[in-house]
């Protein structure tokens, strides 16, 4: 991985809060989940985060395989500020050097495992 994505992911996970939802501590700006999903407010701890999304994907799946993935999470983790898409078509280089970030506009404090599941997890993936 590149130094400076380290340098840059070091100082975004140096930010952290008492809530998660957006960077403005509304909730999340959710295009990945829109509305009716969309979370009505920030929350107020991992557990309440995950009990929310968890309950959204009773609603569209068998109930093992959410039991399966919602397993896979810590209901106690610490927040941090991320991206919540850095995937390589927001990352732009020059050669082998990170020159900037882009598409920030679902920045906000998730908890510390929401970056590497996001840039993990190829069925999270989805077209932009």
């Given amino acids: ?18 809530t998660l939802g957006s960077i403005t501590s509304d909730p999340y700006n959710n ?24 309950d959204i994907f009773l609603d569209l799946c068998r109930q093992e ?14 927040i941090h500020l991320t991206h919540r898409d850095l995937l390589p078509h927001n990352i732009l280089v020059e050669g082998s050097t990170i020159t900037g970030i882009i598409d920030w506009e679902t920045a906000g404090y998730c908890p510390e495992f929401w970056e590497y599941r996001r840039m993990h997890d190829v069925e999270w993936v989805m077209p932009a």
């Fill in 31 to 54: 295009r990945f989940m829109p509305y009716p999903w969309r979370p009505p407010h920030a929350f107020s701890s991992v557990k309440e985060y995950l009990d929310y999304y968890r």
């Fill in 65 to 78: 395989f959410v039991d399966q993935l919602f397993s896979c999470f810590p209901t106690q983790a610490e």
């Fill in 1 to 18: 991985m590149n130094a400076l994505l380290l340098v840059i992911l070091d100082e975004m996970r140096s930010y952290t809060s008492t």
